[in-house]
């Protein structure tokens, strides 16, 4: 196959913030799913597959969050062969930095690159990340405005 520019390009996927994760999430185990779609770009290479390089995670509270990366829509079927997990992420809260302005009490937190890149495989072909975010902290996380998370993916697509 030819060189593709659109194969060794670095993508930067986020969630929308008054779309995605915008429920109140209890603490303790409480979750909510999305469904966050492939860059348009990855359509026109036929791409299912990517390397994920990092996940970041921009939100108004500092909580313990897990995220779980699963291959289908089907994140938490009982039936395990539908269930295809891929893995899971924890971010602590007590490693959420305050971003920019302090007075905006907005955080980030931004795992190691170096120690978790995985390959993600959307096996129902729907060109998305199906996604998992767990509360694990001991506060529950707020919905709406003022609990706004966004989660971003740093990835390459895989020919």
């Not at 907005?106 to 060109?127: G, I």
């Amino acid at each position: 196959m030819p060189n593709n520019p659109l194969v060794d390009s670095f993508e930067l996927i986020s969630s929308d913030k008054d779309t995605h994760f915008t429920d109140a999430i209890t603490k303790l185990g409480g979750f909510e799913e999305e469904d966050i779609a492939f860059p348009a770009e990855w359509g026109l290479i036929q791409s299912n597959k990517c390397e994920v390089l990092n996940v970041s995670i921009q939100s108004d509270q500092p909580l313990d969050l897990e995220v779980l990366f699963f291959a289908t829509d089907a994140h938490a079927d009982t039936d395990l062969d539908k269930d295809r997990a891929i893995t899971s992420l924890f971010f602590a809260g007590t490693d959420a930095k305050r971003t920019g302005n302090p007075l905006t009490g907005q955080y980030r937190y931004n795992l190691d690159p170096a120690t978790f890149p995985f390959t993600y495989h959307d096996e129902d072909n729907s060109s998305q990340f199906h996604i998992t975010l767990i509360n694990r902290d001991a506060t529950d996380k707020i919905a709406g405005a003022t609990g706004e998370i966004v989660l971003t993916i740093h990835a390459v697509p895989i020919m």
